[in-house]
């Protein structure tokens, strides 16, 4: 299931955290009903709102991969423009680290050293905090947009993590 987000590609609504969150509710409520395993995945804005099924929902989310996640949002903005005061201006503040400290399951999280958007020290910072199962993969000299172009074989491997019961903390170079 693919979630499009409310003001893009022909969805209605206007793209605000409120959305967003509500859109991806939604979307795992039709999931929900299938009584499969449900993996969900976020990249960049998404793993802010993939962080926020987790925790709002754990029972209905069996593992998550975040591709170049942030901890919080103010952290991103505050990069990009450190002399305004981000946190005061920021009317949507997904706060993915505060999101994920009410799931319990397995989470992979996946930066770039090169990323321009989302530095890789914001996506470090989330998997240091989180407490519960997880796996670090970092990609040496990546851009932002490079985290979901992996082979298949990274696809396996990842999700291959998110249903093992193995070892509580992993980290890839």
């Not at 505060?98 to 470090?124: F, I, K, M, N, Q």
Request: zero cysteines; proline letters at 9%; a negative charge.
């Amino acid at each position: 299931y693919v979630l499009e987000y409310p003001g893009f590609a022909g969805r209605p609504g206007n793209p605000t955290q409120a959305t967003l969150t509500s859109a991806a509710d939604e979307g795992l409520g039709i999931l929900s009903v299938s009584r499969k395993p449900v993996y969900v995945v976020g990249e960049s804005l998404g793993t802010g709102v993939a962080a926020y099924l987790a925790g709002r929902r754990p029972q209905d989310v069996e593992g998550v991969v975040l591709l170049t996640p942030f901890n919080t949002l103010a952290a991103a903005a505050g990069h990009h423009y450190p002399w305004l005061p981000v946190r005061w201006l920021l009317i949507d503040p997904y706060p993915s680290d505060a999101w994920l400290a009410s799931y319990p399951g397995p989470v992979g999280v996946v930066v770039g050293t090169a990323d321009r958007v989302v530095p890789a020290e914001l996506g470090r910072r989330l998997f240091d905090g989180y407490t519960g199962r997880k796996r670090l993969w970092t990609f040496e000299g990546e851009d932002h947009w490079d985290a979901s172009h992996r082979p298949m074989e990274w696809w396996a491997e990842a999700f291959g993590f998110l249903r093992e019961d193995a070892n509580p903390v992993q980290r890839v170079p």
